[in-house]
């Protein structure tokens, strides 16, 4: 069977077929490619972009919903270091950081970024780091993988403790 297309030209019923499977089979296709981008199970190197950042740092404790904290610290202090729960931690989403308290007095830094996909890490409970994308958990004492996907861990975030305020060195 044949017809015209809205030039004039002369289409049969087999190429509008043709033209179809082709279109499906590379819908088809291209879908399948972002399924596998979200669900690899390795560390490709390629980044995706973050999610939305809160709107504020939250503290973590061993199991408890995030609350939010208020820094009366100086400009330049993330935290105090009464804020940051032993055993948790505070993300800080503007530049990038979770700041966790494994033990009394020890305060360490990681990048919030996961190195699975580039996910923001987002709570620290029960000493572990949680990546809320593919559920990767992380050492609060020295940011290693304890579950994957991520392959690597949680690279070191330059922190000190001053006058008990926590910040950026």
């Not at 800080?92 to 305060?107: L, R, S, Y």
């Not at 000493?127 to 940011?143: K, Q, T, V, W």
């Amino acid at each position: 069977m044949e017809s015209t297309d809205s030039n004039g030209d002369v289409v049969s019923a087999r190429s509008d077929l043709s033209r179809r499977s082709v279109l499906v089979a590379g819908t088809a296709v291209g879908a399948a490619g972002l399924l596998a981008a979200c669900g690899g199970g390795g560390d490709s190197g390629a980044t995706t972009a973050a999610p939305a950042p809160a709107p504020a740092p939250t503290t973590t404790t061993g199991g408890g919903s995030p609350t939010p904290t208020v820094n009366p610290g100086p400009d330049n202090a993330l935290a105090a270091v009464s804020d940051i729960p032993v055993g948790g931690g505070q993300v800080f989403d503007g530049p990038k950081v979770v700041v966790t308290q494994p033990t009394e007095g020890e305060i360490r830094g990681f990048t919030a970024v996961c190195p699975h996909q580039g996910c923001l890490v987002n709570s620290v409970e029960n000493n572990e780091i949680r990546c809320p994308c593919h559920g990767s958990l992380f050492s609060a004492d020295n940011g290693d993988v304890i579950r994957g996907p991520a392959v690597q861990g949680l690279a070191s975030a330059n922190v000190s403790v001053s006058d008990g305020f926590v910040t950026l060195a």
